[in-house]
Nanobody, 123 residues
Framework: QVQLVESGGGLVQAGGSLRLSCAASGRTFSSYVMGWFRQGPGKERDFVAAISYGGTRQYYGDSVKGRFTISRDNAKNTVYLQMNTLKPEDTAIYYC????????????????WGQGTQVTVSS
């Protein structure tokens, strides 16, 4: 099993940047594909990005390509989401998740989830 805790959310103006972190417990972090999802107000949960076990491959949702970057540090059991050029429509609760298949954008393929961190982008 793995437990996930997100951090780094907050309030930022449009055009700004934030970096989210997701710390994982356990000694098997490197055996999981890691993903980020988000759920905006009144919306369904959407795929944001995923990264392979070793971090060499990344996969992004269309709405964040070119603006967001996912990375991981297996020595620190942490996955990151660097978010640049933020837009008001990026406002959402951001969740990290752990799975075993790559690349996968369906949330049902991820077995472990964090509690989420709020990101609010003001116009």
């Amino acid at each position: 099993q793995v437990q996930l805790v997100e951090s780094g959310g907050g309030l930022v103006q449009a055009g700004g940047s934030l970096r989210l972190s997701c710390a994982a417990s356990g000694r098997t972090f490197s055996s999981y594909v890691m993903g980020w999802f988000r759920q905006g107000p009144g919306k369904e949960r959407d795929f944001v990005a995923a990264i392979s076990y070793g971090g060499t491959r990344q996969y992004y949702g269309d709405s964040v390509k070119g603006r967001f970057t996912i990375s991981r540090d297996n020595a620190k059991n942490t996955v990151y989401l660097q978010m640049n050029t933020l837009k008001p429509e990026d406002t959402a609760i951001y969740y990290c998740a752990a799975g075993t298949r790559f690349p996968v954008a369906r949330d049902e393929e991820y077995g472990y989830w964090g509690q989420g961190t709020q990101v609010t982008v003001s116009s």
